[in-house]
């Protein structure tokens, strides 16, 4: 069986700051994932959380401060003491060490399951389609949707339609996963599938960077849980620390909202 081998990646955050409209949305960001850990992000909405994200692969330009994947700069080249954004090339090189899963599925709509999970590999990276297509296939199975590779995203559940794309993510052989706020558009009986298959991913060790607000999942898969206010992270640390003994008075608001 073709098997997908991904090494896990490092990252940094170093110092990040970001406003829009002279609203600062995040300030002087401190945070490092260690390679093969999962860090789940916390906290009210407008804290900052979806934006970090979309910094982390330079979705969204930081105003101050920096980001790193394994020792390199995301988005842009230092020379000297200035850096220089990367050409746009380059930057979709870069990108795509990320895996990026959004709130709303993003699937084409006129593309089957198997062929979502094909379509980058191969536009993006210039991979050969067959290799492509068996590593998809297996990615299919490994999020439990061997059987439903030939089926539209209408013909799909929406929790099956996120586990499509989180193949299509894996696909790209990322460095590290990126998840955004991944159950939100989820019917409440189709949350336990979806995070069943990120903790799967967790159980072998793919570095992973997830906003929610499940408690129970950053509980039991977390290595790490980081909580933002206003911009802010608040606090950082391992789950029982944070989420059973919090030692901001912002963390334990928040927290006896939530759980």
């Known amino acids: 069986m073709t098997t997908v081998a991904v090494r896990p990646g490092r990252v940094e955050v170093h110092g990040v700051s970001k406003s829009y409209g002279g609203v600062e949305v995040l300030h002087d960001v401190d945070l490092v994932v260690e390679p093969g850990t999962v860090t789940v992000v916390l906290g009210p909405s407008g804290s900052g959380k979806s934006t970090l994200l979309r910094c982390l692969n330079h979705l969204e330009k930081v105003d101050r401060g920096f980001v790193a ?69 297996v990615l299919l199975d490994r999020v439990g949707l061997a059987d439903r590779a030939g089926a539209y995203p209408r013909q799909l559940s929406g929790g099956q339609q996120q586990r499509v794309a989180i193949a299509r993510a894996l696909a790209m052989r990322p460095a590290v996963l990126l998840f955004d706020e991944p159950t939100s558009a989820l019917d409440p009986e189709l949350v336990g599938e979806v995070l069943g298959v990120i903790e799967d991913l967790a159980r072998d060790g793919t570095t992973m960077v997830v906003v929610t607000h499940e408690i129970g999942f950053a509980r039991k898969a977390a290595d790490q849980v980081v909580f933002m206010d206003a911009g802010r992270v608040v606090e950082s640390g391992p789950p029982d620390q944070v989420l059973d003994a919090p030692r901001h008075d912002r963390t334990r608001a928040f927290l006896a909202r939530v759980l």
Do not use: C, I, M, W
Not at 69 to 89: A, Q
Not at 105 to 132: D, K, Y
């Open 69 to 137: 994947l394994d020792g390199e700069l995301v988005g842009y080249r230092r020379r000297g003491d200035t850096l220089h954004e990367l050409k746009e090339k380059e930057l979709l090189r870069q990108r795509t060490r990320f895996g990026f899963v959004f709130q709303s599925f993003n699937l084409f709509p006129h593309l089957t399951a198997l062929e979502n999970v094909v379509e980058a590999p191969v536009s993006a990276q210039g991979r050969p389609r067959a290799q492509v297509e068996a590593e998809a296939r």
